[in-house]
Antibody, heavy 121, light 110 residues
Framework: EVQLVESGGGLAQPGGSLRLSCVAS????????MNWVRQAPGKGLEWVSY????????YYADSVKGRFTISRDNAKNLLSLQMNSLRAEDTAVYFC??????????????WGQGTLVTVSS | QSVLTQPPSASGTPGQRVTISCSGS????????VNWYQHLPGTAPKLLIY???QRPSGVPDRLSGSKSGTSASLAIRGLQSEDETDYYC???????????FGGGTKLTVL
């Protein structure tokens, strides 16, 4: 079964850090680009970051640029999101999503269930 | 404020046809393909339409997508109670170098 499972969410203080993980199974992880998408409470979906299959190219939303870092370990089928300098507005459920097709197609065909990040003092 | 504009709500009665619009610009919808997602809060979002009008396997043919210029739309015919949830459009934006989503449309089946 094709599956993405996120973990690492929890409570963090403003200015603090968290590292999210997403483990992939059921497909050849190393041949797919990947993304992180989030949903703040009562808000819509917001794209956060993208990484190519090799990990050599990454893109970020302006709202997280310079604070978040996306990375991957293809040997472990693992996608990560290092979140630093956290703000209250980063509070959200974070989803990892598989990218299908060219980067400009932006088709997310497989999603995880999400992990909740709460930033509060 | 989302880059792609969707109506916040839509509604219809069982069996009816409803459409959800998505308006963008030349840097996103005008130059790239549109995808539609269904999201029941608390669950994983689901891809409904990709490449403007293509359905993944398992998505019923009563759902359809279209695109014209800088706008796109999702149509659902034969509305069912299970269709009551949130819908989002999305596309790559060449100016932002990233994916932009619409604000989402909450569909109510009356």
């Amino acid at each position: 079964e094709v599956q993405l499972v996120e973990s690492g969410g929890g409570l963090a203080q403003p200015g603090g850090s968290l590292r999210l993980s997403c483990v992939a199974s059921g497909f050849t992880f190393s041949t797919y680009e990947m993304n992180w998408v989030r949903q703040a409470p009562g808000k819509g979906l917001e794209w956060v970051s993208y990484i190519t299959y090799s990990g050599l190219t990454t893109y970020y939303a302006d709202s997280v640029k310079g604070r978040f870092t996306i990375s991957r370990d293809n040997a472990k089928n693992l996608l990560s999101l290092q979140m630093n300098s956290l703000r209250a507005e980063d509070t959200a459920v974070y989803f990892c999503a598989r990218h299908s097709g060219s980067y400009w197609a932006a088709t997310f065909d497989i999603w995880g269930q999400g992990t909740l990040v709460t930033v509060s003092s | 404020q989302s880059v792609l504009t969707q109506p916040p709500s839509a509604s219809g009665t069982p069996g009816q046809r409803v459409t959800i619009s998505c308006s963008g610009s030349s840097s996103n919808i005008g130059s790239n393909t549109v995808n539609w997602y269904q999201h029941l809060p608390g669950t994983a979002p689901k891809l409904l339409i990709y490449n403007n009008d293509q359905r993944p396997s398992g998505v019923p043919d009563r759902l359809s997508g279209s695109k014209s210029g800088t706008s796109a739309s999702l149509a659902i015919r034969g509305l069912q109670s299970e269709d009551e949830t949130d819908y989002y459009c999305a596309a790559w934006d060449d100016s932002l170098n990233g994916v932009v989503f619409g604000g989402g449309t909450k569909l109510t089946v009356l």
